[in-house]
């Protein structure tokens, strides 16, 4: 009996497929190859896009028309608007939100699923009837790489996002759940932790106390690896500016165990399009906070995100954007065209930038980010960087990547690459390139 999992969208999306796969590996099921082979479907569905949430439909109908149709189940969760669930609950046997997920194994059976004669039900997560899907032991993909759900939700409403719509308002997960999963991995040898919300610098401020209790958890996290003796490295994604507190950058100073990355969603340049976007902050606002992290942790690596062509962006707010983006000498920036999602505020007013033009910006900016990214990125050359190997590239190649997430392609020559996953290396680094860095191996740890 086995299962196939197809998971679209973000990091938070990956997290909740790995307890999804947590459950049907407890029920007794392993993972098919292909989907061909699989008894049970399912679909981790992400809906911020229309491009993602339109691969979903295309999914279940080729589920659909499967000649074998009656012999499977497929079931879809995830981040789904409310005007998608009756259109997919005609398209898929089982829907159900994320929070439910502790039901699945009867909503399996309830739901018309026949187990073979010789099914066993292995031992499971669920045999104590908890209800709380955060207290569902992940099947992590990777080995080495843990991503570590803190909150759920967002309560922030940005005119273009789809979150607290799909997911609802926030709501923090106990710190000692999230510490305890934390010491358990690094038990395991796990050396990367990513700390995952959707904006994880209000996490706790839906506790009685209403105060925010981010700095206290990433500082905690951080001792915790720290006195543990162990080598990792300890991430988070997404802040959101308006909430950001400069302690933050004052643990990531203090603690060698939390990385020196920030990635910090800024999406437009002008005060006039975010005050649209309903981002509630100023570019004044978010200056200051780069101010924090190049005075308190200049080697840090920035990452921010940016849309272009939202609704009435002129070109003088375009090229305000263009202009903060050469300014603040981001390592990283993710770049999309705007696109409204039934049910925002943003789908509410007109779409009024033509496809032409939202492709031009984004050229704009992509040329300028291939420019300026090979000329950050040369700070590097002739140093030593110490790096955590993530996957094979190569006959005698490895990827990797940087304290501050840069990806670095190692040459390891004479040995089997697969040898080093998982590993801190230090490396010498010959070359750079607008988005990586290519080096040469010098020791392990």
Known sequence: ?????????????????????????????????????????????????????????????????????????????????????????????????????????????????????????????????RTDYWKIAPLAASAHQAWIPIQNGCNRFCAYCAVPYTRGREVSRDPKEILDEIACLLERGYRSFTLLGQNVNSYGRDWSSGEPAFARLLGDAARLIEKSGREALIYFTSPHPSDMQREVFELMAAHPAIARQAHLPMQSGDDAVLRRMHRSYTMERYREIVGWVRELVPDAALFTDIIVGFPGETEEEFEHTREAVQDLAFDMVFTAVYSPRAGTAGAKLPDDIPREEKSRRLGVLQDLLKTMGAEKKKRFIGTTQRVLVDGAAGADIVSARTNGLIPVHVRIPGVNPAEFIGQFIDVRVISASALSLAAEYTAAS
């Open 1 to 129: 009996m086995q299962y196939f999992l197809v998971t679209y969208g973000c990091q938070m999306n990956r997290s909740d497929a790995e307890r999804v796969a947590a459950v049907l590996e407890g029920m007794g099921f392993s993972p098919a190859a292909n989907e061909s082979e699989a008894n049970v479907l399912g679909v981790v569905a992400c809906s911020v896009r229309q491009k993602s949430a339109d691969r979903v439909y295309g999914r279940s109908l080729a589920w659909n028309e499967r000649s074998d149709r009656g012999q499977i189940i497929t079931f879809v969760t995830g981040c789904v608007l409310e005007r998608d669930r009756g259109k997919l609950a005609k398209l898929f046997d089982i829907q159900f939100p994320i929070q439910d997920l502790p039901k699945l194994p009867e909503l399996l059976i309830s739901g018309g699923f026949a187990l073979s004669a010789d099914f066993v039900f292995r031992q499971s997560v669920m045999s104590d009837a």
